[in-house]
């Protein structure tokens, strides 16, 4: 947690760019976030997460088949 919290201030000083592309960066390192998330996730609750993946899929198919 420090190690990212580091980075983020060591971007932040070194940046002098536009805001469009500070707000690319923070998107990119909260969706690497997510995905680091679900991959720990899978790993200790497999069966939840299994669950939870056909559950969206379920859904998914459900409102395109509405449209």
Do not use: C
């Amino acid at each position: 947690m420090l190690l990212g919290i580091g980075i983020h201030v060591l971007v932040d000083h070194l940046w002098n760019g536009s805001s469009d592309t500070i707000l690319t960066y923070l998107g990119l390192t909260l969706l690497i976030q997510r995905g680091l998330v679900w991959l720990r996730a899978t790993a200790k609750f497999p069966e939840a997460t299994q669950k939870t993946a056909l559950y969206a899929q379920t859904r998914k198919a459900q409102r395109r088949a509405k449209s």
